[in-house]
Nanobody
Framework: QVQLVESGGGLVQAGGSLRLSCVAS????????MSWYRQAPGKQRELVAV???????DYVDSVKGRFTISRDNAKNTAYLQMNSLKPEDTAVYSC??????????????WGQGTQVTVSS
């Protein structure tokens, strides 16, 4: 059984920073891509950033230059460093990962989400 757990959300003033973490645990053999999504009230969920197994990355245009996604394969962990936060970044941030488990099969897993609130 595999679990993804996010942490690091909270309330911050505009211009501030937060660092989100996403840890995969359980019967993890290896991890392919890891992504961060967010969903604001009344809006569709959007892909914020993705990091592949070779550490190549991509971002939605609205966060380029402000957010940085990274990963620590030894810790089965992905991070999202968020700088220069804006009120429009307020959302529930969720981690998604393509994980190969002990059966050598790959599945996508979701974390429970963590709230990020940016005040103006």
């Amino acid at each position: 059984q595999v679990q993804l757990v996010e942490s690091g959300g909270g309330l911050v003033q505009a211009g501030g920073s937060l660092r989100l973490s996403c840890v995969a645990s359980g019967t993890v053999f290896s991890i392919n891509d890891m992504s961060w999504y967010r969903q604001a009230p009344g809006k569709q969920r959007e892909l914020v950033a993705v990091i592949e197994s070779d550490s190549s990355v991509d971002y939605v245009d609205s966060v380029k230059g402000r957010f940085t996604i990274s990963r620590d394969n030894a810790k089965n962990t992905a991070y999202l460093q968020m700088n220069s936060l804006k009120p429009e970044d307020t959302a529930v941030y969720s981690c998604n990962a393509n994980i190969i488990d002990h059966t050598r099969r790959a599945y996508y897993y979701w974390g429970q989400g963590t709230q990020v609130t940016v005040s103006s």
